[in-house]
T-cell receptor
Framework: GESVGLHLPTLSVQEGDNSIINCAYS??????FIWYKQESGKGPQFIID?????DKRQGQRVTVLLNKTVKHLSLQIAATQPGDSAVYFC?????????FGAGTTVTVRA | GAGVSQSPSNKVTEKGKDVELRCDPI?????LYWYRQSLGQGLEFLIY????????KSGLPSDRFSAERTGGSVSTLTIQRTQQEDSAVYLC??????????????FGEGSRLTVL
């Protein structure tokens, strides 16, 4: 079946540096993509989304890039802070059913 | 509270017992989802409710799993004759409108199920 996956399961980042988390997806019918952040013991929290008619979207300290040609999604976090330590999931959907990747664990070093 | 509420937050049960997990979505949200998250894994879709439409049950792993949503609000996920492989965190999410493609999903904190 089709799947969403992340390139790396873990990422260690120095506080203050920029973080880049990558995700590959395979469902060419997907037209809506979301990044979620999940802290330990909590449910996933929405970070930012992007539709397939866009290739870049910016939020507060976060940017999502979408490359439909190679089916690649990335999340950039500027000036990474200790509070950014969490598991990050990309998700995709062509309709209402979100498919999630396995997640990347981001650890911020002081 | 204003968020999605799930209960119990933790449930330990013996193999073969039935369990019920409850989800109170955000008031006014018509779409409701159940997902399962095994240790260190991503989220696995279980079931989707939208208003009065027939639910999408395509993600339920076996006939031991069932869910209902009463009055378009509260939902209960029932697992009969629990097995050890059912151990996971069960997450509920709700959304205003048609679901993921039309609006943000808000997740609860989950119900952690441990089957001994």
């Amino acid at each position: 079946g089709e799947s969403v996956g992340l390139h790396l399961p873990t990422l260690s980042v120095q506080e203050g540096d920029n973080s880049i988390i990558n995700c590959a997806y395979s469902n060419s019918a997907s037209d809506y993509f979301i990044w979620y952040k999940q802290e330990s013991g909590k449910g996933p929290q929405f970070i930012i989304d992007i539709r397939s008619n866009m290739d870049k979207r910016q939020g507060q300290r976060v940017t999502v890039l979408l490359n439909k040609t190679v089916k690649h999604l990335s999340l950039q976090i500027a000036a990474t802070q200790p509070g950014d330590s969490a598991v990050y999931f990309c998700a995709e959907t062509p309709d209402y059913k979100l498919s999630f990747g396995a997640g990347t664990t981001v650890t911020v070093r002081a | 509270g204003a968020g999605v509420s799930q209960s119990p937050s933790n449930k330990v049960t013996e193999k073969g017992k039935d369990v019920e997990l409850r989800c109170d979505p955000i008031s006014g949200h018509t779409a409701l989802y159940w997902y399962r998250q095994s240790l260190g894994q991503g989220l696995e879709f279980l079931i989707y409710f939208q208003g009065n439409s027939a639910p999408d049950k395509s993600g339920l792993p076996s006939d031991r799993f069932s869910a209902e949503r009463t009055g378009g609000s509260v939902s209960t996920l029932t697992i009969q004759r629990t097995q050890q492989e059912d151990s996971a965190v069960y997450l509920c999410a709700s959304s205003l409108g048609g679901g993921a493609g039309t609006g943000e999903l808000f997740f609860g904190e989950g119900s952690r199920l441990t089957v001994l």
